[in-house]
């Protein structure tokens, strides 16, 4: 995948791919880490013909400081993908997709510090109108707290964080390293890591029905294979934070389809909410071409 694609809108494709996860999730049936576990699996079973049609040469040469960091951000990987998947099972679609609208503050903070990625006005009040929105998106059910909906919404606001160190770290890899490998390596890493972690935690790793193993296919191809993946592959060429603030299209569209498919009647604060955080997406995404053109415009100055 060249960038003869719109970084762009390979990120909201990926989102659109990203936005099923929920419903495949609670319609599968199945417990989180074998939810975990099996969308990752079927993830590197999608991409690994792919790297044997590209050849194995690229997956050898990664050396070992870099397969170590990507060991990490496998790592990061699987505890974002088992908070957020367990946080689906003490609170609803809305409150998690709220939390998790967190991601693209503690990813802007976290590329600053450690990329020294400066973020442009409109990027600053894009985050700002998105995390907005997503709080009013859950604003209905954090505001009616029970004892296990507060330990769903601990856990998405884990989860939200480990998906921010997931891009940050992500996003100075790739820098290096091509898609495929860099993909079969991390997720393949984070398919171990969920599985050492089942492990210890005496869970099984049993899929209970034909049901589930279809749903987790799905999960598996759509949204983490292609969704994740073209997220992966736009932070070579776009900053951290606007990967992150265009993956919160994915909550205000997972409300949707949460009702399409499972009955989630959605509140009037999700939609008033889901509006305002894919306008402040929008907004952020205007403003890092904006500056990508003035960059662009400068150097052709320089010249």
Request: aromatic share 12%; proline share 3%.
């Amino acid at each position: 995948m060249k960038k003869s694609i719109n970084p762009i809108m390979g990120i909201w494709f990926g989102a659109l791919c990203t936005s099923f996860a929920a419903t495949f999730i609670i319609a599968s049936g199945q417990a989180p880490f074998v939810v975990a576990f099996y969308r990752l699996v079927f993830a590197v079973a999608f991409l690994l013909p792919v790297n044997a049609i590209q050849g194995w040469d690229q997956l050898r040469q990664i050396g070992r400081k870099q397969l170590l960091s990507c060991l990490i951000v496998g790592l990061f990987f699987a505890l974002h993908l088992v908070t957020y998947i367990a946080s689906l099972q003490y609170t609803s679609v809305a409150s998690a997709g709220a939390l998790l609208s967190l991601q693209p503050v503690f990813t802007a903070v976290g590329a600053f510090v450690f990329l020294r990625e400066k973020i442009e006005f409109r990027v600053t009040l894009g985050i700002a109108l998105a995390v907005a929105g997503g709080l009013i998106v859950g604003g209905g059910d954090l505001l009616i707290v029970t004892g296990s909906a507060l330990f769903g919404d601990f856990l998405a606001a884990v989860s939200a964080l480990m998906i921010s160190l997931y891009f940050v770290t992500g996003r100075s890899l790739r820098q290096y390293l091509d898609i495929i490998p860099y993909l079969v390596v991390v997720y393949g890493s984070a398919a171990i890591a969920t599985a050492i972690i089942s492990a210890l935690s005496g869970i099984p790793l049993a899929v209970s029905s034909t049901r589930g193993w279809i749903f987790l296919l799905a999960l598996g191809v759509i949204s983490t294979a292609l969704g994740h993946g073209i997220f992966n592959w736009a932070l070579k060429y776009t900053k951290a934070s606007t990967v992150a603030l265009v993956t919160l299209a994915s909550p205000a569209a997972e409300t949707v389809w949460a009702y399409l498919f499972l009955g989630q009647v959605p509140a009037i604060t999700s939609i008033i909410g889901g509006i305002i955080m894919i306008t402040g997406a929008v907004l952020a995404v205007s403003g890092e071409k904006e500056e990508e053109q003035r960059e662009a415009g400068y150097s052709t100055s320089q010249q």
